[in-house]
């Protein structure tokens, strides 16, 4: 997911992610400053924060105004994020969760994975005879190595129900989609590609009720 080179920080990674998700540039304040450099020292990979990040942002499509439909900050995510790192943590050290008796020791991406084909399987059912091409696809899914290879299934898993609406549909959904991304030209060229593919996946959700495997 990362749209910078291979040494650039988690700082960093995380405002191209957050530009990408928010569809348009962004000055990060005072605030969102101090609370990357805490969620920096939480040494949880790039993946899970840009998780929280989208979930949030993808909220706030649906939650606000027209003239208002995306996060302003990263403060606005705190939660979601937040909530993402507890999850990851507590799963890679096998910590207790609260209120409940047995801990999960599974690695994320493989819960990741295993929500992907169920969430899949459930749509593609319910598409009926169209939907046996995105059956067959979710039975070859190898399983992932890493949250990366996780990430990149579901963007597949995204691309190939696109692909199954009708034509109206479809171009319905990919106009709105760009309609959302008003500064797509200063992006630069991953991170608008990775905008393109959120607000695709979102409308989807949407309009088609595509089941989350988030």
Not at 23 to 39: K, P, Y
Request: charged content about 30%.
């Amino acid at each position: 997911m990362s749209y910078l080179p291979d040494n650039a920080s988690l700082e960093e990674q995380v405002q191209d992610c957050f530009l990408a998700y928010r569809g348009r540039g962004l000055s990060l304040s005072a605030l969102d400053e101090e609370l990357l450099a805490r969620w920096a020292q939480a040494q949880v990979p790039f993946e899970v924060i840009a998780r929280g990040i989208r979930k949030a942002a993808e909220a706030a499509l649906w939650d606000r105004a027209v003239d208002d439909e995306r996060i302003r900050s990263l403060a606005a995510c705190k939660k979601l994020v937040e909530a993402e790192m507890h999850k990851f943590l507590r799963q890679s050290v096998g910590r207790p969760a609260p209120k409940k008796a047995e801990p999960s020791t599974e690695p994320l991406h493989l819960t990741r994975h295993k929500k992907l084909k169920t969430a899949v399987r459930k749509f593609a059912r319910e598409l009926g005879v169209s939907g046996e091409r995105l059956t067959a696809w979710v039975k070859q899914l190898s399983t992932p190595d890493d949250l990366d290879r996780a990430q990149r299934q579901e963007e597949l898993a995204v691309a190939h129900a696109i692909r199954l609406l009708p034509h109206f549909d479809r171009l319905t959904l990919l106009k709105e989609a760009a309609r959302l991304m008003p500064h797509a030209k200063s992006m630069s060229p991953k991170a608008r590609l990775e905008s393109r593919r959120f607000h695709r996946a979102a409308l989807l959700r949407r309009q088609c009720n595509f089941p989350s495997f988030w």
